[in-house]
């Protein structure tokens, strides 16, 4: 990780043209590039309009408004600087060519100002990665779960658990240094078994709830299946309202998976159009698509199987929560029997408002209706598996009191990684690697 001594900037907005730019400045010279650009230092956390000036004060650039949070006050900890500016190309690179000539002053990494806030002790690592979430937020119950990790509400409970192992490891470490002491196992163990056995339950329980938390962060994956030329394409064209998928009338047109997501009442969905299956294909490149449909079944959340009156459903070979769809409803027989959960048409839109709004019922109650989960990223989930893994060996019985208490200690350093007190710079660099510019 670069030298924390610098002092960093970005543009912290979007790029390209817009109302407002907004700049960031963290580290010892944020109130040099304040004092330089605007002739003065602005009144802490107080927005105030200001005139922007380069070249070390002396050409006017911009009408702009800025904000000074001395540290440790602010985001990162540090002193930092914001400058709204217009949001011109133009008016953006020159202000940062600016701040660039300044002693001390380099352009941020991505993360980095979130890293500082990290090594500040401002957020801590669930935190990080709630942020980062926050930030790829593209549905309201996405918004929601990433916002339950960045206002702490996970951390507590995680802080809350690791206190409780070092509370049981404590009492245990208790039980080697008074040995002497008449008493001490007998009222300390059954307490510390107690912690055990409870914080082994609330660690599975969350456990069991994590795969919602993961389709919430992630996108719910769902799966259109069937014979060539039922309308799978044509229903993926008509759930998106758009042309995604090209529509043709010969057989193995989908070579190809074809997605796209889709936000299905606050629920995010990614929905995949695949080649059709059946047997007896002498294309070696047809063959690959169904492959590949196979593929894409065995990862499905939810598997929308599409028949018509051309082909009968297919067997897709999976257990995944199925809805049976007959496509074609304009073109069949009215008098058919039809064993299917829903008649719609692609073409002329019948059943299609029903359809949407059981995938969408499916989707929401697969990833929770919305509510947050406590784990969601696959580091939280082998985290909590590794603490649990040590306080099932705690549990064993006959355990000598000096592996008891080592047992405690590891589940504690588990959980201290989970939150990021206990941590490596590898790990670190990797989380931060997928952090925008200017956060």
């Known amino acids: 990780m670069p030298d924390t001594v610098d002092t960093i900037y970005a543009l912290s907005s979007g790029s390209g043209k817009a109302g407002v730019a907004i700049v960031r400045v963290s580290g010892p010279e944020a109130a040099t590039a304040l004092r330089v650009s605007c002739g003065r230092l602005p009144a802490a956390r107080v927005a105030e309009r200001v005139s922007v000036r380069v070249s070390q004060g002396a050409v006017k650039l911009d009408e702009a408004i800025a904000l000074w949070f001395p540290g440790p006050g602010s985001f990162t900890g540090e002193d930092v600087a914001e400058f709204h500016l217009h949001g011109s190309v133009g008016i953006v690179r020159l202000f940062l060519a600016e701040l660039g000539s300044l002693q001390g002053c380099r352009p941020a990494e991505p993360g980095e100002f979130t890293r500082r806030a990290l090594s500040n002790g401002k957020i801590d690592l669930v935190g990080v990665e709630g942020l980062n979430d926050m930030l790829a937020a593209e549905t309201a119950t996405q918004v929601k779960q ?5 206002d702490g509400r996970a951390s507590e409970v995680f802080h809350q658990w690791r206190d409780e192992l070092i509370e049981a490891g404590a009492l245990a470490e208790a039980c080697i240094d008074f040995t ?7 009222t300390a163990l059954p307490k510390v078994r107690d912690s055990v056995v409870r914080l082994k339950r609330t660690m599975t329980e969350n456990l069991k709830d994590s795969e919602r938390g993961h389709l919430n962060r992630a996108g719910v994956r769902v799966v259109l299946a069937g014979s060539p030329n039922v309308g799978k394409s044509s229903l993926l064209n008509a759930i998106a309202a758009r042309d995604v998928a090209i529509v043709s009338s010969e057989a193995g047109t989908t070579r190809d998976v074809v997605e796209v997501s889709l936000d299905l009442g606050g629920t995010s969905v990614i929905i995949s159009d695949t080649a059709g299956l059946r047997d007896g294909v002498d294309s070696h490149v047809e063959q690959l698509g169904i ?12 598997v929308i199987s599409v028949a018509s009156p051309e082909a009968d459903w297919q067997n897709t070979g999976v257990d995944s929560p199925t809805l049976r769809i007959w496509n074609k409803a304009d073109i069949t027989d009215p008098e058919r029997t039809i064993d299917s959960d829903l008649k719609v048409s692609a073409l002329t839109g019948e059943g299609m408002e029903d359809l949407m709004a059981r995938l969408a019922g499916m989707a929401a109650e697969l990833a929770g209706n919305g509510e947050p989960a ?3 990223r696959e580091r939280q989930v082998q985290a909590v598996k590794s603490a649990l893994s040590h306080l099932e060996n705690a549990l064993q019985p006959d355990l000598p009191i000096e592996l008891l208490a080592e047992e405690l200690r590891r589940a504690a350093r588990n959980i201290g990684k989970l939150i990021g007190e206990v ?3 590898d790990l670190l660099d990797s989380i931060f690697s997928k952090f925008c510019i200017g956060k």
């Open 374 to 376: 406590l784990l969601v």
């Open 146 to 150: 990433a916002l339950f990790h960045v």
């Open 423 to 425: 941590g490596t710079e």
């Open 180 to 186: 002497d002491e008449e008493g001490v196992a007998d």
């Open 291 to 302: 492959d590949r449909t196979h593929e894409r079944l065995s990862q499905a959340d939810i």
